[in-house]
């Protein structure tokens, strides 16, 4: 990562607006961090040119699902060595969870996260909490924390229990736009469970987390949004039995949206068969059955958004068992090769892809974007949709080195990412 | 070393028939070296073995600790807090201690599944698993078939039920394993959310009736049932259970035939099966016992032995 030259170039690419779904061949001029041309751009001796030919030149991505650990846990990660992670990973902007210590439940602490990520390269948007320190009973400042900054509202990794609860949030939340997002699980139906309930957590003996402990919740959730006309988002859907439900909600008109993990549409519960902790997750990796669901539900737009759900724990932590290391894997530098390189298998194109992380996600959180303006600050990521690579630990900028996608091979990456003034990538280094 | 496949018994999953047959006649072998004046052999001098003990166990324990020293192993034992192993702490530290150790083989019982392969990764020790939590524990199982062996001296075509909570057993799936490949059928009889899900896909029937299963079966291996899983929710009560899944000698009068009786232990007595049943001459439930130290010996044999010769 770098401060850009004064002058920068983005040759003969394609560039391509998710937004307007347009694409057309051209350059882009960057002065000062600024956008000052795009199509036809004049450059002189001393502008510094990037070749983009055969390479796409999208706006930044989007995750409005990851968790940087501060305050609280800065041994896991921070919001700087996170956003450095996002960066890398080709995202200019982060919604990050409020599961922190103290959580992120009034507007003091939305304007701390605000305040302590001025300046870095990408752009910072909390989540506050619904409930005061996330504990499912009094609704936090929702009005106040969304003046000071905040996004979204979520009890992140705590589902929202008690239905009545629920219902106020969704019905409250209306006045200030923003989409409420329940964490979708029955604990009671999740009970001890580590893993996806199957023949293979028998096999392992491991005890297991059925997938009717998310759908029971989802449905719940869908009635509750239904019933209020509240705007509810599903982070992370992981059965197909959700997808399904999902898929007939959205058909009666409920404002839902959701979202998919690239872990999900790229990993099953199988990677567990050797008790790799990097594997533990929640919800927990599911079936192939689930896996081609919920690619079918992001495809015929049941699921609006790919989301990360990075989620750095310490080495220590993951050294310990299975059952009591604890969950979650870190994702913002794999999740857009793992997910190109599902998805275009899977029929779809690097477009499409593209707006799972820009449109996708802008869309749910309401936020109005228009690419590449003249005047504004760079908000770029190019794409080799094209290369083939291995994903290796030297890619992760992350302060925890929890992935079990180490190893892979992936088609398509993201080559370079401007924020402003900041730069990063193989083709901007 | 070496006689087997597998350097460790991590389970039977992963066991071929053939070792599991070897392992059986193997403990035919100590088996007879028991009844001799003098029960110990020096196949194993100069071998250093640690049993380690994450969890409670009696049983399985000493059995262990009297096989390694009838084979003239040198035995340290090590048994850590529970409290260790609810932090999760623990596995690492096991797996440094037997590097510094320059141990030899690891007896591991632990409360996870997965532990004990876990373990077997990063220790140069051979690992044996005395069992992983609700996965596996398969020298019980070998114990279960060599004992079913030498009553009915085969294992090829007999039925074998499994009865009791199967969810939270090791026993069970070691057993199935185990059975299934020497060619014996197995049924599981319990209260059906006490199944584990998909377990039919191991090749397994189910059948919640008991009295069904008694008709059909060579041998009943009757599984402890744990007294804090009475009155929680889970199983209504002691009498229910009694009444529907219970070895009671009335219900094995009532049945007319002869049939085989065995328990891993430790037996709650008036719960999962009578005290006459357990005494009775239908039960072979000591000889398992003995049966455990052969089999262990046997194990340990093949694991860390020479690789010719006879057993001394």
Known sequence: MGKTDNLIILENGTIYD?????????????????????????????TRKIDCTGKLIVPGLIDIHAHFREPGREDKETLATGARAAFSGGFTRVCVMPNTNPPLDSPEAIRFIIEKSSGLP????PIGSITIGQKGQELSEVGKMVKAGAVAISDDGLPVQNGQVLRNALEYAQKYGIPVINHAEDIHLRNDGVMNESSLSTRLGLPGNPDISESVMVHRDLEIADYTGGK?????????????????????????????????????????????????????LRSELDRKALIKGLIEGS?????????????????????????????????????????TKAGASTEKVVQWFTKGPADIMGWNIIPFQIGEPAEIAIIDSK?????????????????????MKFTGKVDGTISGKNTCGNLLD | MGSLKNKHLIGLEHTPAKDIQKLIDTGFTF????????????????????????????????????????????????????????KGEGLK??????????????????????????????????????????????????????????????LKGLNIAIVGDILHSR????????????????????????????????????NSDIDEVIEWADALNVLRIQRERMGVGIIPSVREYRDFFGITQERLDAHKKEIVIMHPGPMNRGVEIDSSVADGDQAIILDQVLNGVAIRMSILYLLLGPDEGEVG
Not at chain 1, 28 to 35: K, M, W
Not at chain 1, 392 to 405: A, E, F, L
Not at chain 2, 126 to 131: L, P
């Open chain 1, 387 to 407: 290369i083939r690579w291995t994903f290796k630990k030297s890619h992760i900028q992350s302060k925890s080195k929890n992935s079990p996608m180490i190893g």
């Open chain 1, 232 to 284: 509810i988002h599903i982070p992370h859907v992981s059965t197909k039995r959700s997808v399904d439900l999902i898929r007939k909600y959205k058909k009666m008109g409920v404002n839902v949206t959701a979202e998919v993990t690239p872990h999900h549409i790229g990993l099953t519960e199988d990677k567990l068969t050797e008790y790799d902790t990097h594997t533990k997750v929640a919800p927990p």
């Open chain 2, 171 to 206: 026993v069970a799936l070691s057993n199935i394993y185990g059975l299934q490949k020497m060619g014996a059928k197995v049924t599981l009889c319990g209260p059906p959310h006490l199944i584990p899900r998909g377990i039919q896909k191991l090749g397994v029937s189910v």
């Open chain 2, 31 to 86: 088996r007879e070296v028991l009844d001799r004046p003098i029960k110990k052999v020096p196949s194993l001098t100069g071998k250093n073995i640690v049993n380690l003990f994450f969890e409670n166990s009696t049983r399985t324990r000493i059995s262990f600790e009297l096989a390694e020293k009838r084979l003239s192993a040198d035995v340290t034992n090590f048994s850590a807090s529970a409290s260790s192993v609810s």
């Open chain 1, 18 to 46: 998710p937004y307007k779904n347009k694409k057309k061949a051209g350059s882009i001029l960057i002065v000062d961090g600024i956008v000052k041309e795009v199509g036809k751009v004049t450059g002189s001796d001393n």
């Open chain 1, 122 to 125: 990408v752009q910072i948007l």
């Open chain 2, 93 to 154: 530290d096991t797996v440094q201690n037997i590097h510094a150790m320059k141990m030899d083989c690891a007896v591991m019982r632990h409360p996870v599944p997965g532990s004990c392969l876990q373990l077997s990764k990063f220790v140069d020790a051979v690992v044996i698993n005395a069992g992983d939590g609700t996965h596996e524990h398969p020298t019980q199982a070998l114990l279960d078939m060599m004992s079913i062996k030498e009553k009915f001296g085969k």
């Open chain 1, 303 to 343: 699921i609006n958004c790919i989301a990360t759900d990075h989620a750095p724990h310490t080495i220590e932590e993951k050294e310990m068992d299975f059952i009591h290391s604890p969950c979650g894997m870190i994702g913002l530098e794999s999740a857009f090769g793992l997910s190109h390189t599902v998805l």
